[in-house]
């Protein structure tokens, strides 16, 4: 769909409107122009778009519409149940898969979508209370789930439940699969920029990481695959590429992208893992995050943009540790001259490939940010048994 920004007028944004005012970010006036993206619009879908996790920009995308269309619903205001083959979604999902991790069951990540798992986890809530275990949540549910305060302390109980699975499942690269995507492709380029006679493209670039970054985890052992080839053709949506990863049994997601900014000053690399406003997050993911920023920061000198969490649909959807990788401005003259370099660009995937295999170390087994070797990180097939 088509961006709706300010200036627009019509039934699209009326209903923006409507959901912004039902939250509160819009005051409730009948006024006669209620069909206008005005000023006061764009401030409310910036504060929106902010309290989500979304890209700060002021306008209807959509990724922005769906958040928007999925914030009419507050918990309790409707029965909650396993739909087949269109799951219910919407905020109150995530309300409610957001109190079943506090309380100690295993709902996923809190993805706003009512799954097999959270329809588990409701059901395992609803053994040990004395209800029904359907799986949905309907007045009674919801009325024991209010009663009812948190299982789980020590720690956050989702953080817990992944680190744990992460120590079970060793330190060696050997057999994981790693999905690697480079952002934009096919007919969308991403960021642009015209450089003497030559024209660099985001597109272009990160698909070289890619290909290079394939190389390394692939002679570590690891099973790679890519969300996409180098030639012209039509761009994969975010949450296809999710989808893809989650077909996939993936041990990691990781995404390359570069960044750009009408400020040519503007410079420096950031990762970003899912997480929401409230602190919900996924704690794998914001481990590898900061793996991956720092690796990078300390190999290749680019300014510290530092992690942050979000809720882009690509973090969202993905079931396993997924990043996404803003690597340096192609608008910066600075960080281009560097990402143009394959030399650095070598340098940037062995930060990322170090940065996966000390996420499989125990983390009283860690070793400082820049000293593994990379080169060293080879699957061997000794008597039988592979070792990393």
């Not at 015209?194 to 692939?218: F, I, K, M, Q, Y």
């Amino acid at each position: 769909m088509r961006p709706i920004r300010p200036g627009d007028r019509g039934p699209a944004v009326t209903e923006i409107r409507t959901v912004l005012t039902g939250l509160d970010l819009l005051p409730r006036t009948t006024r006669p122009h209620d069909d206008e993206f005005d000023v006061e619009t764009e401030r409310a879908v910036r504060a929106f778009q902010q309290s989500r996790g979304l890209s700060v920009d002021g306008r209807v995308g959509a990724e922005t519409w769906r958040a928007l269309d999925a914030a009419r619903w507050r918990l309790g205001a409707r029965t909650l149940y396993h739909a087949v083959p269109e799951p219910l979604t919407g905020e109150d999902v995530r309300s409610l898969q957001e109190r079943l991790l506090e309380m100690g069951y295993d709902a996923g990540r809190a993805d706003a979508i009512y799954g097999v798992r959270t329809s588990r986890a409701v059901a395992q809530f609803q053994r040990e209370v004395g209800l029904t275990p359907d799986g949905s949540c309907g007045p009674h549910t919801m009325n024991a789930l209010r009663r009812l305060g948190r299982k789980v302390v020590g720690g956050r109980p989702q953080w817990l439940r992944e680190s744990d699975a992460i120590r079970q499942s060793g330190p060696t690269l050997v057999g994981r699969t790693v999905v690697i995507d480079p952002g934009h492709g096919g007919t969308d380029p991403g960021v642009v920029v015209p450089d003497g006679n030559l024209r660099w493209t985001e597109a272009d670039l990160v698909h070289d990481l890619a290909s290079r970054l394939e190389g390394r985890l692939a002679a570590a052992g690891v099973r790679v695959q890519l969300t996409r080839g180098p030639a012209p053709g039509e761009c994969l949506p975010d949450p296809e590429r999710a989808q893809l990863a989650n077909a996939l049994g993936a041990d990691v997601f990781i995404s390359l992208h570069t960044d750009g900014h009408a400020n040519p000053d503007a410079d420096g690399v950031a990762t970003y893992h899912y997480g929401t406003d409230n602190g919900v997050t996924s704690a794998t993911g914001e481990r590898l995050a900061g793996l991956v920023q720092r690796e990078i920061v300390a190999r290749t000198g680019l300014r510290d943009c530092r992690t942050h969490a979000k809720a882009w649909d690509l973090l969202r959807l993905t079931r396993m540790p997924a990043v996404r990788v803003e690597l340096g401005y192609l608008t910066s003259p600075a960080d281009r001259g560097r990402l143009v370099d394959p030399r650095f660009r070598d340098r940037v995937v062995e930060a990322i490939v170090a940065a996966v295999q000390r996420m499989y170390f125990p983390i009283e087994r860690d070793v400082p940010t820049g000293s593994i070797d990379v080169s060293e990180l080879r699957a061997v097939v000794a008597a039988g048994t592979v070792v990393d």
